[in-house]
């Protein structure tokens, strides 16, 4: 019984960062009906910023609590601006294109992301120093619980919480929602549709720095092509919870990361992602629109 | 046309085109404060995109469109509503996944707030929708969703109402009632710019009229000329030549 609530834990741990990540692709696909394939790429891209900034400017500072905020402002900063730019020069010219030329831009901007971490900072794995954070770990009844895994978990819940109250319950939540529907409709009713667009890339990759910077700091290595495989986990993750649905992302991530954890302890890590797309596939062949998409008929 | 000093609103030589394709062919349209106009035509006349091109969802490829004396022509879509032109667009086009109560507020959305007296007049106007808040809009019957779509529209607190073929699709028990709440509306002072099909109901609704064909007018004058004039009874009225 060790093992299941040791792999529940950690399957959280992980599934919060799918959560965090999956939530910036299924807010751009809301909007625009796009996959952001570069979302990726910019949540690696993350992990690095925030490493540099810890080099530059932080270099020894350990178990601090303001350390850590800088590091999570910053990169947050950086990359929203990053993202703030791949819609405009990536996006933004293809809006009235056909469908495939817009995927074969974001394609392009993730190849030019990756490759552009690795002419910063190397093809060499690099490693976060250990002691940002408390290296504190509590065992609760031979389950072990570290540090980052709860600030990990408590920071993904109340995010999320907040994206929600604000989704649901603000006027611009209001226009988020209402430009997803129908962009010419919100148009007439002043919505300015283009600051929509900018402010879901400015959530969505900031969550995803949120992500990229969990990334580093609970696994310590990171990769100029990880973005690859933690975007096509969160992607999967996105589309599990149906995709354009944003509570839907924050269960499909959830799931998708204790499934992952489970496959790893009971069976083998090297067979999470066989068992990872299988259940894409079965999921898929059940519910096409994923758990929790759209059910409600419009009567046109 | 007595009003014809207080002009509120003027199209100049407007053309639109889709690609090649030329919808609209260099039409002069002018609306007095208080009016309600009305224009007709049939199916692909060119109606809708007149009105979506007022609303600058649409780029003109020449022509100007002047409201309240100021230049709109390139004024962004969203922006138009705020100055006081509200669209209630073809096909209703509200948010279905969205409650009643959320498509009004989105409706106020260009106001800083949402004023509680606007939503109290519209749901008076439309008590069916006061009864239906709580739901999804996509739920509600054509002629609701059409209540709906006008009432989103007025709540911004327009002067003036581009209404695009409201009784599309209803039966003719509804059409008579939104026709009379349309009524209402223009009494409370709201100039109106009304796109229809059905020109009985709409003649009867409006103070003047301009007939659309294909991208060009050919007639305009007052509902009155126009409900005696011998081509609108054959074209639209469905009245037998003698």
């Given at each position: 019984?060790?093992?299941?609530?040791?792999?529940?834990?950690?399957?959280?741990?992980?599934?919060?960062?799918?959560?965090?990540?999956?939530?910036?692709?299924?807010?751009?696909?809301?909007?625009?009906?796009?996959?952001?394939?570069?979302?990726?790429?910019?949540?690696?891209?993350?992990?690095?910023?925030?490493?540099?900034?810890y080099d530059q400017f932080l270099g020894g500072t350990t178990n601090s609590l303001v350390a850590v905020l800088t590091i999570f402002a910053a990169t947050g900063v950086i990359i929203a601006m990053a993202g703030i730019i791949l819609e405009r020069v990536a996006y933004r010219?293809?809006?009235?294109?056909?469908?495939?030329?817009?995927?074969?831009?974001?394609?392009?901007?993730?190849?030019v992301i990756q490759n552009g971490i690795?002419?910063?900072?190397?093809?060499?794995?690099?490693?976060?120093?250990?002691?940002?954070?408390?290296?504190t770990t509590w065992n609760i009844g031979g389950v072990y619980i570290s540090f980052i895994q709860v600030v990990i978990l408590v920071v993904s819940l109340l995010i999320m919480a907040g994206l929600i109250f604000f989704i649901d319950k603000t006027r611009v939540g209001a226009a988020i929602r209402a430009t997803s529907i129908d962009h010419d409709a919100s148009r007439l009713m002043g919505i300015d549709v283009n600051r929509i667009i900018t402010l879901i890339f400015v959530i969505g990759t900031f969550l995803g720095a949120v992500g990229g910077l969990f990334i580093g700091l609970y696994y310590r290595g990171i990769n100029f092509n990880m973005g690859w495989n933690y975007g096509l986990y969160a992607f999967v993750?996105?589309?599990?919870?149906?995709?354009?649905?944003?509570?839907?992302?924050?269960?499909?991530?959830?799931?998708?990361?204790?499934?992952?954890?489970?496959?790893?302890?009971?069976?083998?890590?090297?067979?999470?992602?066989?068992?990872?797309?299988t259940l894409l596939i079965a999921i898929l062949v059940v519910r096409p629109t994923g758990i929790m998409g759209e059910r409600v008929a419009e009567k046109v | 046309m007595n009003k014809k000093n207080n002009i509120m609103f003027e199209?100049?030589?407007?053309?639109?085109?889709?690609?090649?394709?030329?919808?609209?062919?260099?039409?002069?349209?002018?609306?007095?404060?208080?009016?309600?106009?009305?224009?007709?035509?049939?199916?692909?006349?060119?109606?809708?995109?007149?009105?979506?091109?007022?609303?600058?969802?649409?780029?003109?490829?020449?022509?100007?469109?002047?409201?309240?004396?100021?230049?709109i022509t390139t004024t962004p879509a969203h922006k138009i509503v705020s100055m006081g032109i509200s669209h209630s667009p073809e096909g209703r086009?509200?948010?279905?996944?969205?409650?009643?109560?959320?498509?009004?507020?989105?409706?106020s959305y260009s106001q800083k707030s949402t004023d509680k007296k606007t939503l109290?007049?519209?749901?008076?106007?439309?008590?069916?929708?006061?009864?239906?808040?709580?739901?999804?809009?996509?739920?509600?019957?054509?002629?609701?969703?059409?209540?709906?779509?006008?009432?989103?529209?007025?709540?911004?607190?327009?002067?003036?109402?581009?209404?695009?073929?409201?009784?599309?699709?209803?039966?003719?028990?509804?059409?008579?009632?939104?026709?009379?709440?349309?009524?209402?509306?223009?009494?409370?002072?709201?100039?109106?710019?009304?796109?229809?099909?059905?020109?009985?109901?709409?003649?009867?609704?409006a103070d003047r009229a301009y007939v659309l064909e294909v991208g060009k007018l050919v007639l305009s004058g007052t509902s009155k000329e126009l409900l005696a004039s011998e081509k609108i009874q054959e074209a639209y009225l469905g009245k037998k030549r003698k």
């Amino acid at each position: 019984m060790d093992i299941f609530f040791q792999q529940l834990v950690n399957g959280l741990t992980i599934g919060s960062i799918f959560a965090l990540v999956a939530l910036g692709y299924t807010m751009v696909y809301g909007i625009m009906k796009l996959i952001n394939f570069a979302h990726g790429d910019l949540v690696a891209m993350s992990a690095f910023v925030g490493l540099s900034v810890y080099d530059q400017f932080l270099g020894g500072t350990t178990n601090s609590l303001v350390a850590v905020l800088t590091i999570f402002a910053a990169t947050g900063v950086i990359i929203a601006m990053a993202g703030i730019i791949l819609e405009r020069v990536a996006y933004r010219p293809l809006r009235n294109a056909p469908r495939l030329s817009a995927v074969v831009s974001a394609l392009g901007a993730s190849l030019v992301i990756q490759n552009g971490i690795m002419l910063i900072w190397g093809p060499r794995m690099r490693f976060f120093p250990a002691d940002i954070l408390p290296a504190t770990t509590w065992n609760i009844g031979g389950v072990y619980i570290s540090f980052i895994q709860v600030v990990i978990l408590v920071v993904s819940l109340l995010i999320m919480a907040g994206l929600i109250f604000f989704i649901d319950k603000t006027r611009v939540g209001a226009a988020i929602r209402a430009t997803s529907i129908d962009h010419d409709a919100s148009r007439l009713m002043g919505i300015d549709v283009n600051r929509i667009i900018t402010l879901i890339f400015v959530i969505g990759t900031f969550l995803g720095a949120v992500g990229g910077l969990f990334i580093g700091l609970y696994y310590r290595g990171i990769n100029f092509n990880m973005g690859w495989n933690y975007g096509l986990y969160a992607f999967v993750a996105a589309i599990i919870g149906g995709i354009g649905n944003i509570p839907g992302a924050m269960v499909g991530g959830m799931l998708l990361g204790i499934f992952k954890a489970f496959i790893a302890g009971y069976v083998s890590s090297t067979w999470a992602d066989a068992f990872t797309f299988t259940l894409l596939i079965a999921i898929l062949v059940v519910r096409p629109t994923g758990i929790m998409g759209e059910r409600v008929a419009e009567k046109v | 046309m007595n009003k014809k000093n207080n002009i509120m609103f003027e199209v100049k030589d407007l053309e639109v085109s889709y690609g090649s394709i030329k919808a609209i062919k260099g039409i002069s349209i002018q609306v007095a404060k208080g009016e309600i106009v009305t224009i007709l035509g049939a199916n692909g006349a060119g109606k809708t995109t007149t009105l979506r091109t007022i609303s600058r969802l649409h780029d003109p490829n020449a022509g100007t469109i002047l409201f309240k004396g100021e230049d709109i022509t390139t004024t962004p879509a969203h922006k138009i509503v705020s100055m006081g032109i509200s669209h209630s667009p073809e096909g209703r086009r509200i948010f279905g996944i969205l409650t009643v109560e959320e498509n009004l507020i989105l409706g106020s959305y260009s106001q800083k707030s949402t004023d509680k007296k606007t939503l109290n007049w519209v749901y008076d106007l439309f008590p069916r929708l006061a009864e239906r808040k709580r739901q999804l809009a996509g739920t509600l019957s054509g002629g609701e969703q059409q209540m709906l779509a006008i009432g989103r529209a007025l709540m911004s607190r327009p002067e003036m109402l581009l209404l695009d073929e409201p009784s599309l699709g209803l039966a003719p028990i509804l059409v008579k009632a939104i026709f009379k709440t349309v009524k209402e509306i223009a009494h409370s002072g709201v100039t109106v710019l009304l796109v229809e099909q059905n020109a009985k109901a709409a003649l009867k609704l409006a103070d003047r009229a301009y007939v659309l064909e294909v991208g060009k007018l050919v007639l305009s004058g007052t509902s009155k000329e126009l409900l005696a004039s011998e081509k609108i009874q054959e074209a639209y009225l469905g009245k037998k030549r003698k």
